[in-house]
T-cell receptor, first 116, second 116 residues
């Protein structure tokens, strides 16, 4: 089945540093989503990407939909303590690409810890 | 506040108990989902409902029984669970692509379930 490889699994950074994480897949997706999950809460949508090559920003966050449709990255600039949490990528296929109902496939997450 | 609410937020139950989880979405969506999130594992899709009809059961044991009385409400009935069923259960909703909407999923805060 479809799988996503998300890296890194975890990272410790100094406040003010930039952060980069990515997801890759052997399958084609037609939507890439990035979520953040705080402890005890559900994932919150950060950025949604619907078109290959699309680059979208949300405040200090920037994400891109890879041209090959098989990857995406998320950058966080000038990290702050509240950026701590787990970041998930999710890819969504479609019937055209053999996806099941267009359901989301999730990466295992990148745990971000910031040293104040 | 994502527009998706879940109750209860925390639940402890014995293996012989019967309980139900409730999800309600206020986004006007017509697709709803149940996910299971266990430690160190990717989010696992359990059930999908489109326009109140179950369209996917991802090989979930029969001790989990979903119910979708209308497009805004989704239940997960639990009976004779096992300790390994302890996890965070997340509900999500989206537009149905067949209805011309984006499939971007919005999550509730989850129910933290502990089976003793």
């Amino acid at each position: 089945g479809q799988q996503l490889n998300q890296s890194p699994q975890s990272m410790f950074i100094q406040e003010g540093e930039d952060v980069s994480m990515n997801c890759t897949s052997s399958s084609i997706f037609n939507t890439w989503l990035w979520y953040k999950q705080d402890p005890g809460e559900g994932p919150v949508l950060l950025i949604a990407l619907y078109k290959a090559g699309e680059l979208t920003s949300n405040g200090r966050l920037t994400a891109q939909f890879g041209i090959t449709r098989k990857d995406s990255f998320l950058n966080i600039s000038a990290s702050i303590p509240s950026d701590v949490g787990i970041y998930f990528c999710a890819g969504q296929g479609s019937m055209n690409y053999g996806g099941s109902q267009g359901n989301l496939i999730f990466g295992k997450g990148t745990k971000l810890s910031v040293k104040p | 506040e994502t527009g998706v609410t879940q109750t209860p937020r925390h639940l402890v139950m014995g293996m012989t108990n019967k309980k139900s989880l409730k999800c309600e979405q206020h986004l006007g969506h017509n697709a709803m989902y149940w996910y299971k999130q266990s430690a160190k594992k990717p989010l696992e899709l359990m059930f999908v409902y489109n326009f109140k009809e179950q369209t996917e059961n991802n090989s979930v044991p029969s001790r989990f029984s979903p119910e979708c009385p209308n497009s805004s409400h989704l239940f997960l009935h639990l009976h004779t669970l096992q300790p390994e069923d302890s996890a965070l259960y997340l509900c999500a909703s989206s537009q149905n692509p067949l209805a011309g909407g984006r499939e971007t999923q919005y999550f509730g805060p989850g129910t933290r379930l502990l089976v003793l």
